[in-house]
């Protein structure tokens, strides 16, 4: 750790990055694994959060800079207060996970759970009652226990280090000026947002990618057929169940014709027809014209790639935790992929995973579809950057909804007004018939009663 010399404990980041991997390939995590491993990242971040608002020189500096603009990352609510003491007028909220609505309700948007899955829960966008229910919860407790936890301890820790006037951090993020998320928006669940939100989907992707070196390339042009297999770039290979690494050599041996690389931490013998190396270069392989399948972890970014290249993937999410199985849902409904559950690594799944891609053309017509779409974007995500930074920089506009609750927004007093209305109106029939009845009905029957 580069920091640890100025007060930052790396065991704390240690302790952290444990609980991501410590359950990578338990097939049935439980939820005390998820509380678990948000309780060891509050830890990081607060640990960092007062190392940093404690650093007087860095604040100092920071000051001198007279900053126009700030970036803020969505995983904490430190360096809010940071923006706020600083007086920085303008910033800018930025997401590296995809849209969730607890995030984006955050920001003052209005995204139902009923049409956006949790980052964290293993489903799509279409969901059952009990889904919907359980998305539901989720989020209400990510919002109000997770984030308002985080927010509330790091606005204490704001006020002790740089005064008692920094504001309630839970609320601050409705002040951002923009939302940015790394997500395309192409791809991406439909939602209902504002202007305020900015996909930057695919940012850097769009610069040629390296030519392969020696080692790599050789081995691509005996190849007539390439498939990469990248589990991301964690060291996975060594925590990997034996009977996974069995299957994986499996499907190695049944298609000799077929040339794979894996990327793979572990020294491991493998047939002729395989590549294994610590690290590959992922974008170039994909880019290949060679390469008709890519087995990977569902990572975001790994999943753009293909998509941008035009590679159908079988995704294999090992973080059941963080947005991987989501991102396998997402991709699966675009017909590009195959989703293998932890439960399901088999042989035999993956082997028919493997054959329905690779002699299913409309995975491949499919995954060429959404190619020619990324390409054809008038504008890439730079430029989208670019652009919205000159917005929020030169102009006063307020992209924000207007301030108003749950109750304002989804109309529930209009409502509920036409509803005491209507009340109203059949009562008040109702009034009119009885004295009616009364005045006629009644009167003329006691009239005929005197005359007997």
């Known amino acids: 750790m580069l920091h640890a010399k100025s007060g930052y404990d790396a065991a704390v980041y240690n302790q952290?990055?444990?609980?991501?991997?410590?359950?990578?390939?338990?097939?049935?995590?439980?939820?005390?694994?998820?509380?678990?491993?948000?309780?060891?990242?509050?830890?990081?971040?607060?640990?960092?959060?007062?190392n940093t608002l404690a650093d007087k020189q860095l604040i100092a500096n920071l000051q001198a800079a007279k900053i126009d603009l700030a970036f803020h990352h969505h995983m904490d609510f430190c360096q809010m207060s940071l923006i706020h003491h600083l007086g920085i007028k303008k910033w800018i909220y930025f997401s590296s996970l995809p849209p969730?609505?607890?995030?984006?309700?955050?920001?003052?948007?209005?995204?139902?759970?009923?049409?956006?899955?949790?980052?964290?829960?293993?489903?799509?966008?279409?969901?059952?009652?009990?889904?919907?229910?359980?998305n539901f919860i989720y989020e209400m407790l990510n919002a109000y226990f997770r984030l308002a936890k985080q927010a509330r301890a790091q606005t204490e820790l704001a006020r002790r280090n740089l005064g008692r006037d920094v504001p309630d951090l839970e609320y601050f993020p409705k002040s951002a000026n923009l939302m940015m998320i790394s997500a395309d928006a192409v791809l991406e669940f439909p939602i209902p947002t504002t202007q305020k939100v900015v996909y930057l989907g695919g940012f850097g992707a769009e610069n040629s990618v390296d030519a392969l070196d020696e080692n790599f390339s050789t081995f691509v042009t005996r190849a007539s057929?390439?498939?990469?297999?990248?589990?991301?770039s964690w060291p996975v290979t060594e925590?990997?169940?034996?009977?996974?690494?069995?299957?994986?050599?499996?499907?190695?041996?049944?298609?000799?014709?077929?040339h794979f690389i894996w990327s793979c931490d572990e020294e491991?013998?493998?047939?002729?027809?395989?590549?294994?190396?610590?690290?590959?270069?992922?974008?170039?392989?994909?880019?290949?014209?060679?390469?008709?399948?890519?087995?990977?972890?569902?990572?975001?970014?790994?999943?753009?790639?293909?998509?941008?290249?035009?590679?159908?993937?079988?995704?294999?999410?090992?973080?059941?935790?963080?947005?991987?199985?989501?991102?396998?849902?997402?991709?699966?409904?675009?017909?590009?992929?195959?989703?293998?559950?932890?439960?399901?690594?088999?042989?035999?799944?993956?082997?028919?995973?493997?054959n329905e891609i690779l002699q299913n053309p409309s995975f491949h017509k499919r995954a060429e579809?959404?190619?020619?779409?990324?390409?054809?974007?008038?504008?890439?995500?730079e430029q989208e950057l670019n652009y919205w930074v000159e917005v929020v920089l030169n102009t006063e506009m307020d992209l924000n909804l207007p301030n108003l609750s749950s109750f304002e927004f989804y109309s529930l007093d209009v409502l509920l007004f036409f509803v005491a209305l209507i009340i109203a109106f059949f009562l008040f029939l109702r009034a009119i018939g009885s004295w009616y009845y009364w005045s006629c009905c009644e009167m003329a029957y006691k009239e005929k009663v005197k005359l007997q």
């Not at 990578?24 to 439980?30: G, H, T, V």
């Not at 995704?315 to 399901?344: A, M, T, Y």
């Open 268 to 354: 491991i013998e493998v047939p002729e027809n395989v590549l294994r190396a610590k690290w590959i270069p992922q974008a170039a392989l994909l880019a290949n014209p060679k390469t008709k399948l890519f087995i990977t972890q569902a990572g975001y970014n790994s999943l753009m790639e293909a998509a941008q290249y035009g590679v159908p993937t079988i995704s294999v999410p090992l973080f059941s935790f963080g947005d991987q199985v989501r991102n396998s849902h997402l991709f699966e409904q675009h017909g590009v992929s195959i989703r293998i559950e932890k439960r399901e690594f088999t042989t035999e799944k993956l082997q028919g995973a493997f």
């Open 369 to 381: 579809e959404l190619k020619r779409i990324i390409k054809k974007r008038p504008s890439t995500a």
């Open 239 to 258: 925590r990997m169940p034996p009977d996974w690494k069995e299957a994986l050599l499996n499907l190695f041996r049944a298609d000799p014709e077929t």
């Open 16 to 50: 952290f990055e444990d609980a991501k991997v410590k359950k990578m390939f338990d097939p049935d995590p439980s939820i005390f694994d998820s509380l678990e491993l948000s309780s060891a990242f509050f830890e990081l971040t607060m640990h960092v959060c007062n």
């Open 225 to 232: 057929k390439l498939v990469v297999v990248s589990f991301g």
């Open 100 to 134: 969730y609505p607890s995030l984006l309700n955050s920001v003052g948007e209005f995204v139902p759970t009923s049409v956006l899955p949790s980052y964290a829960l293993q489903q799509g966008n279409k969901m059952s009652f009990l889904k919907r229910a359980q």
